[in-house]
Structures are given as structure tokens and as C-alpha cells.
T-cell receptor, first 115, second 114 residues
Framework: GAVVSQHPSWVICKSGTSVKIECRSL??????MFWYRQFPKQSLMLMAT?????????EQGVEKDKFLINHASLTLSTLTVTSAHPEDSSFYIC???????????FGSGTRLTVV | KQEVTQIPAALSVPEGENLVLNCSFTDSAIYNLQWFRQDPGKGLTSLLLIQSSQREQTSGRLNASLDKSSGRSTLYIAASQPGDSATYLC?????????????FGKGTKLSVKP
């Protein structure tokens, strides 16, 4: 089945530094990738949608200069949290799909803690 | 605007019991509906995907139904086991819009007691 690999699974960083999270589709070409954020005991909140080779589309309220998304190939998307602050601490999950008739495959998530 | 509701929010059952999780959505114009499982601190695992033209999908002890006209889906789990304990999320993929993203319910937290 379709597999999406997300790394790192957890990261602790100092306030003010930047963190990059990678999301790779291992056995299919992901025309679209999505980045979600999940707070404790809450459902997933879509942050942005990225299509290969084009700029990401951000959800309302998500700062595009803070959460940089690059989708340079059909198998790789990255999310960079720039100048991280403690309030950015959260669980970040990516997902990928090969097209509208396909389901979504999710990565295993990244626990970000900013200290 | 599509809204997805899952009932109940939490469910506790003894091992071996059959159970049903419910999902409802307000806009029937969907590509498909997907059920996921999420374990604490983990990503989402896809359980079943039902296309809008389908009525149900089965995988092992799981059966998911879809009634698009009434905006409802159910996930039936037969002979529940403690390992089934997790949060189950229902999500629909809409027509229209530039993103085609999934709209999630808030989930049902299932606890199966040995």
C-alpha cells in the first residue's frame, strides 16, 4: 500500500531557531501534499496545501512566512518552522494523495517542542 | 461549508462486543469518505476508503457504509479487541474548492476493556 515517510518523529529546539520537517511518498507520486497541525485532544487542522512545482496555499490564519512549505518533487514536501516559539509546539502531520479518486496517506507525525 | 460530526465522542466497551461508530456530513457533494485510526502521539492509519459511488467497504473485522444522500457513514467493528482501542476519525473529501482537502470529524475515542 501507499506509504508516506515523515521525519523527524520528534524534535526539540530552542526558541528562535528553525526546524525542517520532511514528508516523502515512498511508492507513489503525490500530486498534492497537505500539512496539518494537531493540538492535544483536538482533531487535525489543515495548515496548507502544496502541489508539486507551485506555491503552497495556506489556510486562513496560518502565517506563510513562518511556515515555509516546499514541494519540489512529486515525492517530497518540506515544512520549515522559522523562528520557532513555544506556542509553535505541536504535533505536525503531513499527508499525500495521488489524485482526487485516491485516499489520503498520512505520515507518522512530528512532535515539535520549542523550549 | 462542509461539517463532519462524529458520535459518540467516546465509547467504552468490553472485549468481544460488536460496535458502531457514526459519522455525518452536511454536504453530500463528496469524492469519497475515509475512516482513519489514530493511536496516541501517532499519525493516522487509513482503515477504509469509500468512493462516492460505493455503498460499503470491508476489511477484516471492519465494515464501513456510506449513504451519501443522507450524509451518513458508519464504521462497524466486529468482535472488538483491546488492540482496537484508539481514536477513530472520519473524513470526507469534497468536490469543488481549489484544495480538495479532507474535512475531519473530531473523532470517537474507543476503549475496549479486556
Amino acid at each position: 500500500g501507499a506509504v508516506v515517510s515523515q521525519h523527524p518523529s520528534w524534535v526539540i529546539c530552542k526558541s528562535g531557531t528553525s526546524v525542517k520537517i520532511e514528508c516523502r511518498s515512498l511508492d507513489f507520486q503525490a500530486t498534492t501534499m497537505f500539512w496539518y497541525r494537531q493540538f492535544p485532544k483536538q482533531s487535525l487542522m489543515l495548515m496548507a496545501t502544496s502541489n508539486e512545482g507551485s506555491k503552497a496555499t495556506y489556510e486562513q490564519g496560518v502565517e506563510k512566512d513562518k511556515f515555509l512549505i516546499n514541494h519540489a518533487s512529486l515525492t517530497l514536501s518540506t515544512l520549515t518552522v522559522t523562528s520557532a516559539h513555544p506556542e509553535d509546539s505541536s504535533f505536525y502531520i503531513c499527508s499525500a494523495t495521488g489524485g482526487k479518486s485516491y485516499g489520503y496517506t498520512f505520515g507518522s507525525g512530528t512532535r515539535l517542542t520549542v523550549v | 461549508k462542509q461539517e463532519v460530526t462524529q458520535i459518540p465522542a467516546a465509547l467504552s466497551v468490553p472485549e468481544g462486543e460488536n460496535l458502531v461508530l457514526n459519522c455525518s456530513f452536511t454536504d453530500s457533494a463528496i469524492y469519497n469518505l475515509q475512516w482513519f485510526r489514530q493511536d496516541p502521539g501517532k499519525g493516522l492509519t487509513s482503515l477504509l476508503l469509500i468512493q462516492s459511488s460505493q455503498r460499503e467497504q470491508t476489511s477484516g473485522r471492519l465494515n464501513a457504509s456510506l449513504d451519501k444522500s443522507s450524509g451518513r457513514s458508519t464504521l462497524y467493528i466486529a468482535a472488538s479487541q483491546p488492540g482496537d482501542s484508539a481514536t477513530y476519525l472520519c473524513a470526507v473529501r469534497n468536490y469543488g474548492g481549489s484544495q480538495g482537502n479532507l474535512i475531519f470529524g473530531k473523532g470517537t475515542k474507543l476503549s475496549v476493556k479486556p
